[in-house]
T-cell receptor
Framework: GESVGLHLPTLSVQEGDNSIINCAYS??????FIWYKQESGKGPQFIID?????DKRQGQRVTVLLNKTVKHLSLQIAATQPGDSAVYFC??????????FGTGTRLKVLA | DVKVTQSSRYLVKRTGEKVFLECVQD?????MFWYRQDPGLGLRLIYF???????EKGDIPEGYSVSREKKERFSLILESASTNQTSMYLC???????????????FGPGTRLTVT
């Protein structure tokens, strides 16, 4: 959510294992959520989105889960690959033009 | 496939210089955004534009201005660059709710600006 931190949390995962990246969002009025992937030196890349009328949405190797009760969002990556190494962050939209971005989690895939 | 391009990947400027960062999108998006990204702080919105010649201040507009003369182009201007404006600058575009139900933001590759 809007928390600001100096240290980026890091998740280290063995290649082939599943990864779960979490995000606590801040605005209970948010009704649209996005997960982005950002590789070093590049702009954020859209992965998957979910609207508040859903609890779960699946893409290719990725699943997003939304728990509105506790304002929690998670991204699950199946069979993690070296190319998945990046910073992942969530974004929430409370129905205006403005998006609120999380600070991100660095995913490291170990060979 | 949406494409958002930014004029420079890397830029080095001196304190006091006027700096122009250009962004172009090719998907007829109404909304365009300028963010800066600093370690540990996430993306912070500088300015937003929802139509040609229309703009709104974001969270950190001080020291910046913008220009949107054409729908596809959104420029960020640093009137007098300062060292605390050293950062990664990201442009994004999206549909507006008027244009369709999906409105994720598409980002450009970023411009890493260093002010010395």
């Amino acid at each position: 959510g809007e928390s600001v931190g100096l240290h980026l949390p890091t998740l280290s995962v063995q290649e082939g294992d599943n990864s779960i990246i979490n995000c606590a969002y801040s605005n209970s009025a948010s009704d649209y959520f996005i997960w982005y992937k950002q590789e070093s030196g590049k702009g954020p890349q859209f992965i998957i989105d979910i609207r508040s009328n859903m609890d779960k949405r699946q893409g290719q190797r990725v699943t997003v889960l939304l728990n509105k009760t506790v304002k929690h969002l998670s991204l699950q990556i199946a069979a993690t690959q070296p190319g998945d190494s990046a910073v992942y962050f969530c974004a929430e939209n409370p129905g205006t033009y403005k998006y609120i971005f999380g600070t991100g989690t660095r995913l490291k895939v170990l060979a | 496939d949406v494409k958002v391009t930014q004029s420079s990947r890397y830029l080095v400027k001196r304190t006091g210089e006027k700096v122009f960062l250009e962004c172009v999108q090719d998907m007829d998006h109404e909304n365009m955004f300028w963010y800066r990204q600093d370690p540990g702080l996430g993306l912070r919105l500088i300015y937003f534009s929802y139509d040609v010649k229309m703009k709104e201040k974001g969270d950190i507009p001080e020291g910046y201005s913008v220009s949107r003369e054409k729908k596809e182009r959104f420029s960020l201007i640093l009137e007098s660059a300062s060292t605390n404006q050293t950062s990664m600058y990201l442009c994004a575009s999206s549909l507006s709710p008027r244009q369709g139900p999906r409105y994720e933001q598409y980002f450009g590759p970023g411009t890493r600006l260093t002010v010395t």
